[in-house]
Each structure stands twice: as C-alpha cells, then as structure tokens.
C-alpha cells in the first residue's frame, strides 16, 4: 500500500492530465501507517518516498549521464542516494504524523493537512517539489492560491486526502464518533476553495478577453547543452547567431518583443562589438529583446579568480540596453556548493569530486524589473521560477500601472535532462506563480515545451518538445492596479502553518508530561 501510494502520486507529474489522482493518491499510504509503530510509520513512509521519487524523478540518471559524463551503472548508483535521501520527505512526515497522533490527540483533519504542507515546503530538496506542482490543469483547485501561495493547495490536497480515508476506514479518530464538527469545517474549505476556484475562473476568462495584447516572438535555439564556449554554427557569428536570424522573422511577423531562452555562451556582456551589433539591429527592427548570458566580471586583484554571473538583459526597440539582472537563486552543486564555496581548500576538492559541471556563479544582489514605454518585464532566469515567495518579492519590485504591460518571464534551458519529463514538470510547476501574482507568463525553455500562460492559468501557448523554432504569440496582459494577496505577504500562509504546527508540538509535549505526573 505503501508503494502503490508513492506511484499514484508520481502520476500527476509524469503526466498532467492525471491531476486528480493526486486528490486521492494519500489513501493507501495512510492506510498502511495506520495504527503501527513509529519505526514501522518511517519505514513505510520510505517506501512511499522512494516509489514516489524513482517514477517522478527518473530524469536524475539522464542528468548525470549528460552533465558529469557517468555510465548508467555508475549514474544509478549515485540517484539511489539521490533518491533515499528525497524520499525522507514522506518518511519523516508518516513519523511525524503518527507521533501526533498518539500524543496530541487532536483530529487527523487538522493534523495530517499541518504535516504535509510543512514537510513539502520545509524538507530540502535540491529541485523543490509540492503537491500543488502537479495541479496546473486542474484550473478550479489553483485559484485561490492568489492568497496562499501553492502551500495552501498542498493542504486542500492532503484534506482530501484524510477525508477519504477517514471515510474508507474504520480508524479511531480519537474522537467521539458523533463528533461532526470536523467534517462539516472540513467540507466547508473544500466548498469554500473550489467555489472560489470556479467563480475567478469564469471572471478571468470573462476578464481576459477584454484585455490588450503584445504580439510576442520565442526563440527556441534546441542547442544541446554544454559548459563549452562552443563556436558559432556555420554562416553565423556571435554578432549575428541564429537565434537574432530568428528574431528578424519573428519581427517581420509584428512582436514587439522577442524572448531568448537560456542557452549557451553569446558573448554580449563580455565582447563589446557583439554588444554594439544586438543593438544596432535591434534598432533597425524596432523590437525589444529580453535573454541570457555569461557575465565575467573583473576579478578580485588579490586572486586570479573570475567572477561569473548567471544574467538576463533587456534591450529596447531603439537598440538602448534597459537593464541586467544577474540570477540570485543557484543551484546547489551545480552554479554554487552550499557552505564551501568561500573556503578554498574544501572548494578544490568539491570541484574536483563535481568536475566541469561545477560552473561556479556569484549570486545578484537584488531583484530587477525591466521597464521600457508602457512594457514591465520581471526576469527569472530557469530555478529560480520554482520558489514562490521569490518570484513574489520580484513581483514586488514592479510599479503597477494602469494600462502597463506587466510581465513574468522566465529563461530556462533543461537540455540536462534529455529526452525526460522533467521540463513538462519544471514549466507545469511555473504555471502557478502566473496565478499566485495574477500576471501573465513566458516561460521560454531552450529545448522545449516553452509556454504561455494567463493569470489565471490557463495555457495559451505550448511550443514542441525538442525542436527548433520561432513562436509569435499574443499575450493579454494585465491591466491591475494592485498586487495579489500573497504577491504582498508571501510568507503569511506558510509561517502560520508553521506556527500552528510547533503550537501543536508543544501542547503534545506539555499533555505528555501532564499525563506522566498525574500518573505518578
């Protein structure tokens, strides 16, 4: 039960269409940590954990093949590690839950919804994953996230979840039987967030066909990945790559803005005469572009070390550059090492161990917004679209005006992980920062699928998998006035679950050491 509990809720994220198995793919793993032992709940939960992470995370064996050269022996070798440590995820949630359970007493509606929410959004993982993730086609359920954040479908998730045991099951609550209470306030957040779901979904849709459009152009270069400073193709130069080629015919066709993935090397921030050759031909089309580059910045003079950063630029119709964003999110092993970058002799080592997909980044020091005649661009820059409250507090970062286009673009490239499910997973998941700030999303993916979405998450616009193009599409954009809820307190939902869970774990204490003295 354990298993099968982990394999239905890998389904969702392998295949979006299957989003409603999610709302009942719980069931069997809490059937099977029912009434056993704390060890036997880790236990189970493991199996739960590791079923689940091998079906939804297979894509670590390509990754390894790909960035670090590895064999398939060798490469699933090192994703079984990968994986049993992710799988603690639900092993210490089934401990958790279980502990409470027995000490707190309190009703498993409140107490299960708490735990997983926590867990999903607190246990470290080096590519973050919720519940919520798998939902983007579920257009009803992911509304009302515009006030929780993805955290708050998590717990609706897991309040299905229990309710449907609960009512399959004959498990002591530890409550009185006529206790309906709990059922009917569990009934009335469920009414309360898909009625929600569906009222914003007809506004939006009613919405949305009142708004203007800006005709958009993505270019997807379908480069294979590499760290390599490669050569320009054939008939190309990095004064003029195929990807500017592409840009002409975009232009020609009306965008008013063509978007870059991210993708290899170009040299615009490092090579002056590439710089000045984007700028002039940008100008002679009359179209903003927005892409990646490498940044090499002037090295400390006490070292010989090169500083690099991971950058988005911005250049306007008239060829002026608007402005960079340097990426502030890495990821960990692969653009940074977390707690050895700055000491050079366990640097050494972890460089040696990681090899050349090690690329050590610098972090941005802030958020930018790239503003230019009535047009707002947020840049994000691929990992980055993954966090919530970050993509929130870049959000926060805009001046919203009336009649202004407002932007989410996210520049990503997944080459890394072949030919998987991992980038549906990655653009799927980037579907609800759309809905969490209510701002249209161009989420432009080097090798594919790169998706258009509206704010209130539908997708308009899905590109092909692995294949070399160039898109125009028409994106509405947004004419509000004002943020989201939780674009203005991102972490208000998600800090109140953590407080009412260390609330709970210290009334389980005290009633434990109440029962223990009036016992003696």
């Known amino acids: 039960m354990a298993l099968l509990s982990g394999l239905l809720l890998a389904l969702p994220f392998l295949e979006s269409y299957l989003f409603g198995i999610a709302w009942v793919a719980l069931v069997p793993f809490l059937m099977a940590i029912n009434g056993v032992s704390l060890f036997r709940s880790y236990v189970l939960g493991l199996v739960t954990g590791m079923g689940f992470c091998i079906s939804a995370g297979y894509w ?6 790909l960035s670090k050269g590895y064999s398939f022996s060798l490469s699933v070798l090192w994703s079984l590690i990968f994986w049993f440590y992710c799988a603690h995820l639900h092993a210490l949630a089934a401990l958790c839950f279980s502990w409470l359970r027995r000490k707190s007493e309190l009703h498993d509606f409140l107490l299960f919804p708490l735990v997983m929410t926590v867990f999903y959004a607190a246990f470290p993982m080096l590519f973050p994953v919720r519940l919520g993730d798998s939902q983007s086609l579920f257009i009803f359920a992911i509304q009302a996230i515009e006030f929780t954040g993805v955290y708050g479908l998590d717990a609706v998730i897991a309040l299905s979840n229990i309710m449907l045991f609960r009512m399959i099951s004959c498990a002591p609550s530890g409550q009185p039987k006529k206790a309906f209470f709990p059922w009917v306030l569990g009934l009335i957040v469920l009414l309360v967030w898909f009625g929600y779901g569906i009222f914003s979904t007809c506004y939006w849709d009613e919405h949305t066909n009142k708004l203007q459009t800006i005709r958009t152009g993505i270019v997807q270069a379908n480069e294979a990945p590499s760290l390599e400073k490669s050569k320009p193709l ?38 002056a005469h590439v710089a000045e050759s984007y700028q002039h031909q940008l100008n002679a089309l009359n179209t903003r572009l927005v892409f990646q580059d490498i940044q090499h910045a002037d090295s400390n003079p006490l070292t010989t070390d090169t500083l690099q950063y991971n950058t988005a630029v911005m250049v306007s119709q008239r060829g002026n550059e608007i402005g960079q964003y340097q990426k502030m999110k890495r990821i960990p092993f692969g653009e940074y090492v977390p707690f050895v970058s700055g000491v050079p002799v366990l640097k050494g080592w972890v460089e040696r161990f990681f090899g050349r997909f090690l690329n050590e980044m610098e972090a941005g020091a802030a958020h930018k917004v790239f503003d230019d005649q009535g047009l707002s661009v947020v840049p994000l820059i691929c990992y980055e679209i993954m966090f919530p409250e970050f993509v929130a507090d870049a959000v926060s970062h805009l001046d919203l005006r009336w009649n202004s286009a407002n932007i989410l673009v996210s520049l990503s490239s997944n080459g890394w992980f072949g030919r998987t499910r991992q980038p549906y997973q990655h653009v799927n998941a980037s579907v609800l920062r759309a809905v969490e700030n209510r701002l249209p999303l161009i989420h432009a993916v080097n090798n594919g699928p790169s998706i258009v979405a509206l704010p209130s998450g539908r997708v308009i616009f899905t590109s092909g998998y692995h294949q070399a193009g160039g898109y ?16 203005r307190h991102p972490n208000q939902f998600l800090y109140s679950v953590y407080g009412l869970l260390l609330s709970v774990f210290i009334y389980s204490c005290w009633k434990r050491r109440v029962a223990r003295f009036t016992s003696e």
């Not at 670590?60 to 093949?65: H, N, P, Q, T």
């Not at 054939?234 to 803005?257: F, Q, W």
Request: aromatic share 16%; net charge negative; hydrophobic share 35%.
């Open 60 to 65: 670590i064996v390509d990754f390894l093949m």
């Open 234 to 271: 054939y008939g190309y130069s990095r004064a003029y790559s195929p990807e500017m080629a592409m840009t002409e015919r975009l232009s020609a066709d009306g965008a008013e803005l063509v978007i870059w993935p991210e993708a290899k090397y170009k040299g615009y921030l490092d090579q």
């Open 472 to 487: 125009v599409v028409d994106v509405p954009y947004s004419h509000s006035t004002q943020r989201t809820y939780f674009s």
